[in-house]
Structures are given as structure tokens and as C-alpha cells.
């Protein structure tokens, strides 16, 4: 169900404030648009930071793979990285159906190193949004249909109390991979 | 390929400098005065804690590390501030950027060793890189990295560094000495930590080498670290579950890790050989009981 308690901004705020924390710079710098590598300097290990710093805020599990290797799980090793180490054109293809505008960069044949400097702030953002967004319609422990957001951001149940349980990162990403291979048989 | 810190440094200022005003470098009785070590993956975390103890015992220490700086700036934990604050001790640090994973990258770190320290005293293997997958679950690529980076890039450490490492001082019938860092992983099981298989491995090289090496003068050991909040833990604690709500007194911090390493380093070690000593604050006692 799309859960009406946490709106968009205060997703942003909270993603703004776990990066401003994990790389020690300050909020106001942080622009949606910003390449976490590129413009705010942000290593491989600051992502799994941010994303802590995330889990624990909303009560959620954040993607532990990226959708590349989910490709290669998937589909095969090779299919998203050839032996060199560089995206194949299906990965691209794939890639750009996820990614949409933020994929303009992409191209067949790039290094996958050249991948993550295409995160940006607002990409991490719609991570958690697609997260929060499955919050299940009845409480998975006691099937109260009830949620309640009181001070904090994590949602819990209003009859017992217990934490929401969505969908985690890693999930919702293979849930979108099979889907886009059943319509576009890009694999 | 390298730069020297000690043009923009601060010399002879540091606690254990004895004093700038006499031109002192160093502390006259410091343990390791005149020594060089070498700590593989020094920029952050337990190679850094150990890179700041050699200096802090006098020795000279080649800061290597993988990958350039990154662009951020507001970081104090960089390459160039840990030189600065080796600097700062009155030793001198070598950073020297080099991926040990490559041979070729590897003989020529220890080509710049030689050149710039003509000798080299303590070779301390602690760069490791690894995913968090079951290792069943690793593809191909991943497989072969883990044992080119966590393997063999150690075995081409020591193979390349024996030249220097053999080398013998006047005084002593002891050459070199080399560390490995290890894990707990090497011996408990955790569903995402490859690394620990790799490390067991280099605990039974280490043990070899003790043998083979040991008859050339070298001793090797090594140093089990128990749960350590460095970079690397950020990643942990995302796989095992519960591990960031233990107590923090079962959590050890890189400086007692550096404190073992410096033994095994010093003469008072002589009679240890080949063993792998944990520090971990007993956290491998308790692991089959539940914690309070």
C-alpha cells in the first residue's frame, strides 16, 4: 500500500542529514541533483553508511547489491559485465529502464566503476520511497490493518506495536528485474 | 608515483620526537629507531593505528595504500594528515600507492622502498578487500579477486620483500619480521564473510613460513582481531545482525591490534613462531553462549 505517514520531503531531509553525517559535510550543501561521488566525494564504504545511517531511521533494509550484480545473478555471469569489466548493452538497456533520466551517462562498454558516480542524492531517495511503499496492508504479527507514525519516522503497527515489515531493497530490486524480463525479454 | 610529506610536514614536533630545538629527530631509546615498516593498506582503520604506533616507536613507515584520495576534503582521517602526524613524531612516511593484487605493482613498491629506505624491517600484511556474499554466491570475477587480493597479493608481498627484509643489522641475528592481520573469520563461520576462508589460508602460510622463513632469520607471525569498529564494520554490521547492539567493551580498538603488532615487531617476541595471537577481549570465549 502507499503509506501516507512519511511524504517525499521528509524522505529527502532524512537522506540529506545520513549523508551530511557519513561524509561530514554540511545539509545545505547537499543538492539533490549531486553525484554522491562525484560532487560530494563519497567512497564505496559511504554508501553502506548512508544507507545504516537509513535503516535505522525508517526501520527498513536498503539494497546490499547493486542492480548490476542482481543482473548477474539472475541472468548469468557476464550479462550485465563482460570480462573486462565493462557494461554490456543489455545491462545498459536494463539500466536505463531503472534509472530513467539519472542513466544518461550510461553507455555499452563503460567501465563499471564509471557506475556508481551516477548515484545521486535523489536516486538514494527513491530507494527508501520504493521501500516505504510497500508497507503491507495488515501487520505481519498481528493482522491489525492499523499503522501509526508518532514522533519518529518508523511506522508501527497501532495494535501491537511491532515495526512494519516491507519490502527489503535487494527484494524489490529482483521483483523489478523479473518483471522487466517477462515484458521486454531483454536476457 | 610517491610524494614525501616531509617538505610540508611538521618535523620534531610530535610527542615522542624528543624536541626540535636540538635537531633531535628522534627519541634516542625508542624501540624501533632506524627501522622501516611497511603496513599494506595504512590508509584507514587498523593499518593506519598501526602505521601511528611504529612512529610512535620510532620507526620510519610506508604508508601503502590502493587508491588515490578522494575528493573530500573535510576528511582528517587522509593519507596526507596521517604522513603529517607521522611527520609530526619525527619519523619520516613514505606513502606509496600500489595494488598488491598485481605483481608487477608490487615489485615496484618495493623497488621504491629500496631506493628511498634502502632497507626494510617489518613487513605488517594488512590490506584486505573482499565482498559480504555467501561465498557460494560469489561469481567468477569476485572469486578470483578475493584470492588475487587476500592471497596471493600477500604471498607477493612477502616474495618480493625478502631482499630487503633479509638484510641483516650488525647487531642482531634477527632480520626482518613479518605480520599478518587476520580475523576471527578464519575459524567462526558468518553467511556473509568470505574473507575469513582467505584468512585461514594465510594463517597456514604463516605458520610455513615460520618454518622456512624462520632459517633465514625472518620470523613470521600474525594477529587476530576480534570486532573492531573501523570502515570495514560499517559493512558488518549491515550482514550480522545484532553485532552493532553488543556491549561496547567486547569491541576492540585498532590501537590494542597496533600494540600486539608491535611485539611480535620488537625482541621480545623472539620465541614466538608461526602463531596467530587473538585479540579480541575474549569475544571467541562467549561465542557459544548467549551474551548478557
Known sequence: MTQGFIDDNRVMEEVKKAIAQTLSIDTEKIRPEDSLVRDLGAESLDFLDINYRLEQVFGIKMARHFILEHMEEMFGEGSAIDDNGQLTEKAVKLMRLRLGQESEGLQPGMDMDQVPPLITVATIAKGVNEILATLPEKCTSCGSPQWKCNDGAPIECSACSQGAAYSTGDDLIKEWLTSVQQEHKIF | ?292
Open chain 2, 1 to 292: 608515483m610517491s610524494t614525501r610529506i616531509e617538505e610540508e610536514g611538521v618535523k620534531g614536533s610530535g610527542p615522542l620526537a624528543g624536541g626540535s630545538e636540538g635537531g633531535q629527530r628522534r627519541p634516542l631509546l625508542s624501540l624501533f629507531a632506524g627501522k622501516v615498516a611497511l603496513v599494506t593498506g595504512s590508509s584507514r582503520g587498523i593499518g593506519r593505528a598501526i602505521a601511528l604506533r611504529f612512529a610512535a616507536n620510532g620507526a620510519d613507515v610506508v604508508i601503502n595504500h590502493r587508491r588515490a584520495e578522494t575528493p573530500n576534503q573535510a576528511r582528517q582521517v587522509g593519507i596526507q594528515a596521517l604522513c603529517q602526524e607521522i611527520e609530526g613524531m619525527g619519523c619520516r612516511a613514505y606513502p606509496i600507492l600500489a595494488d598488491i593484487s598485481s605483481r608487477e605493482s608490487v615489485k615496484q613498491l618495493m623497488a621504491e622502498i629500496a631506493d628511498k629506505c634502502q632497507r626494510l624491517d617489518f613487513l605488517v600484511l594488512n590490506a584486505a578487500r573482499a565482498p559480504f556474499k555467501p561465498i557460494e554466491r560469489l561469481l567468477e570475477r569476485e572469486l578470483r579477486e578475493l584470492v588475487d587480493v587476500n592471497y596471493l597479493g600477500n604471498i607477493f608481498c612477502i616474495k618480493e620483500a625478502l631482499p630487503l627484509l633479509e638484510k641483516k643489522d650488525d647487531d642482531t641475528t634477527i632480520a626482518g619480521k613479518i605480520v599478518f592481520i587476520s580475523s576471527l573469520g578464519s575459524k567462526f563461520y558468518n553467511p556473509a564473510y568470505p574473507l575469513g576462508s582467505m584468512k585461514a589460508a594465510m594463517e597456514s602460510v604463516v605458520r610455513d613460513l615460520s618454518q622456512s622463513l624462520g632459517e633465514r632469520g625472518i620470523m613470521v607471525n600474525a594477529v587476530s582481531g576480534g570486532l573492531v569498529k573501523t570502515d570495514s564494520f560499517k559493512v558488518l554490521r549491515q550482514y550480522m545482525e545484532g553485532v552493532d547492539k553488543l556491549p561496547e567493551g567486547l569491541f576492540v580498538q585498532p590501537e590494542e591490534i597496533a600494540d600486539v603488532v608491535m611485539f611480535l615487531c620488537s625482541q621480545a617476541s623472539r620465541a614466538i613462531a608461526g602463531q596467530t595471537i587473538i585479540v579480541d577481549r575474549g569475544l571467541s570465549n562467549r561465542l557459544y553462549r548467549p551474551l548478557g
